[in-house]
């Protein structure tokens, strides 16, 4: 396990299968107050196809997490290694600290350093706040708002999104039986419409409020990383 302390809020990344039945039971807890009609076996499901988890706690609370494991697949020829990051909620009093990101984007860094191949994240959203950490984090990443999806970049998200839900994906977008973020949980109203991102999000992914997640790919590599991204690279190498 790996753990970090600042102001009273701590991070670590421990093996999934170091995780305890109480930290699970924390988990869903959380989960629960922004997602409903997501049942525990649902839950316990994804997270037992993950490696990673990485946890988020203030004044000993567990206020996020996220989830993340990383496979090696062979596409046009090359092998590359796969990021599938699954259930991630922060409660809504620490949006903004950027701390389990910040972690969330070392682990990743850190394994890709690891296995010594390129670097792709499959992220899937029903929510345009987690299709802001594309957007915030990454220069280059699909689908967008301002560009078309290339045509290799289609192809790898097709194949790896079949690959990962199989019919579960169609057309861009991953439909998973139950699950939805709350009503009263970032609400796509007409101010944020008038966003690109958030507006594009909303374009893409119509069902959004049934719960449908819209796949999204990028290349999770340092020179590929935002201003922001970078920001947060260098705090890690600071520590």
């Given at each position: 396990?790996?753990?970090t302390?600042?102001n009273?809020m701590?991070?670590?990344?421990?093996?999934?299968?170091?995780v305890?039945?109480?930290?699970?039971?924390?988990?869903?807890e959380?989960?629960?107050?922004?997602?409903e009609?997501?049942?525990?076996?649902?839950?316990e499901a994804?997270?037992a196809n993950k490696d990673?988890?990485?946890?988020?706690?203030?004044?000993g609370?567990?206020?996020?997490?996220?989830?993340?494991?990383?496979t090696?697949?062979r596409?046009?020829?090359e092998?590359i290694?796969?990021?599938?990051?699954?259930?991630?909620?922060i409660?809504r009093?620490?949006?903004g600290?950027?701390?389990?990101?910040m972690?969330f984007?070392?682990?990743?860094?850190?394994?890709?350093k690891e296995?010594?191949?390129p670097?792709?994240?499959?992220l899937i959203?029903?929510g345009?706040r987690?299709?802001?950490?594309?957007?915030?984090?990454?220069?280059?990443?699909?689908?967008r708002?301002?560009?078309?999806t290339p045509?290799?970049?289609q192809?790898?998200?097709?194949?790896?999104?079949?690959?990962r839900?199989?019919?579960a994906?169609r057309d861009?977008?991953v439909?998973?039986?139950g699950?939805?973020?709350?009503a009263?949980v970032s609400?796509?109203?007409?101010?944020?419409m008038?966003?690109p991102?958030?507006a594009?999000?909303?374009?893409?992914?119509?069902?959004?409020?049934?719960?449908h997640?819209?796949a999204?790919?990028?290349?999770?590599e340092?020179d590929?990383?935002s201003r922001a991204?970078?920001?947060?690279?260098r705090?890690?190498?600071?520590?």
């Amino acid at each position: 396990m790996i753990q970090t302390t600042q102001n009273d809020m701590s991070v670590s990344v421990e093996e999934r299968s170091c995780v305890a039945a109480s930290v699970v039971d924390e988990m869903y807890e959380l989960f629960s107050h922004y997602f409903e009609d997501h049942a525990r076996s649902v839950f316990e499901a994804d997270l037992a196809n993950k490696d990673q988890v990485i946890l988020l706690r203030a004044g000993g609370e567990l206020v996020g997490f996220s989830t993340m494991t990383i496979t090696v697949e062979r596409f046009a020829g090359e092998d590359i290694a796969v990021l599938y990051s699954g259930d991630t909620i922060i409660d809504r009093d620490h949006w903004g600290s950027g701390r389990l990101e910040m972690a969330f984007l070392a682990t990743a860094l850190e394994i890709r350093k690891e296995l010594g191949l390129p670097l792709y994240w499959l992220l899937i959203c029903s929510g345009f706040r987690t299709y802001r950490y594309l957007t915030s984090f990454m220069q280059e990443y699909w689908p967008r708002w301002d560009q078309p999806t290339p045509g290799n970049a289609q192809a790898m998200l097709d194949f790896l999104a079949s690959k990962r839900f199989g019919s579960a994906y169609r057309d861009g977008i991953v439909r998973l039986d139950g699950g939805r973020l709350r009503a009263n949980v970032s609400p796509i109203d007409i101010n944020r419409m008038s966003h690109p991102h958030v507006a594009f999000f909303a374009r893409a992914n119509p069902g959004h409020a049934q719960g449908h997640e819209l796949a999204c790919i990028t290349r999770f590599e340092p020179d590929n990383l935002s201003r922001a991204g970078l920001r947060v690279l260098r705090k890690v190498q600071r520590r």
